[in-house]
């Protein structure tokens, strides 16, 4: 089946206590991104991957890393974890560019506390 | 700057209703696409249609319906017939000419009532 897979689905962490979502897709897909849903602010882009080693900023980087080492997997990396970044995460991906249309993972919830 | 308003927060119709979802958008490219999601109950985000720029035919989908205006810029999405499945909040979104950046409106949460 045709899928993005993200890790863990549900996540309580500490501030400052490094952390990493995983994502990974199966349809050889080369572009991937990251959104993060806030109530009331809709969906914000983290970074995108317009292929392996080529990652760029969306409109919300701060606080957030991201590698793309293979093409199937783009993890989101949050090195000092802070409240402001409890959040809803998903992960994208699509085939070409994002113009194509998004297949979503199907969501991480953070909890910074 | 590119920006997505979707001004109607929540809005409930009873089931066999039709009822139009607004977008607007701010951009200065030239090239852009715009795109409608769909995020029902149970949290996943489902593509519905994508649409160029340079296409400004309206589209039609069983149900659903797309009426897209460059002189208002706007990307209306209409359920005719709604049914309660159809609840979700809806998410139209824009991504500049690469489609590498995508901008999201707020969101629009629809209620169909049975």
């Known amino acids: 089946e045709a899928q993005v897979t993200q890790n863990p689905r549900y996540l309580i962490t500490v501030t400052g206590k490094k952390l990493t979502v995983t994502c990974s897709q199966n349809m050889n897909h080369e572009y991937m991104s990251w959104y993060r849903q806030d109530p009331g602010l809709g969906l914000r882009q983290i970074y995108y991957s317009m292929n392996v080693e080529v990652t760029d900023k969306g409109d919300v980087p701060e606080g957030y890393k991201v590698s793309r080492k293979e093409k199937r997997n783009f993890p989101l990396i949050l090195e000092s974890p802070s409240p402001n970044q409890t959040s809803l995460y998903f992960c994208?991906?699509?085939f070409g560019q994002g113009s194509y249309g998004y297949t979503f993972g199907s969501g991480t919830r953070l909890t910074v506390v | 700057a590119q920006k997505v308003t979707q001004a109607q927060t929540e809005i409930s119709v009873v089931e066999k209703e039709d009822v139009t979802l607004d977008c607007v958008y701010e951009t200065r490219d030239t090239t852009y696409y715009l795109f409608w999601y769909k995020q029902p109950p149970s949290g996943e985000l489902v593509f519905l249609i994508r649409?160029?720029?340079?296409?400004?035919q309206n589209e039609i989908s069983g149900r659903y319906s797309w009426n897209f205006q460059k002189s208002t810029s706007s990307f209306n999405f209409t359920i005719t017939a709604s049914q309660v499945v159809d609840s979700a909040v809806y998410f139209c979104a824009l991504s500049d000419p690469t489609g590498n950046q995508f901008y999201f409106g707020t969101g629009t949460s629809l209620t169909v009532i049975p």
């Open positions: 994208a991906s699509s």
């Open positions: 649409r160029n720029s340079f296409d400004e």
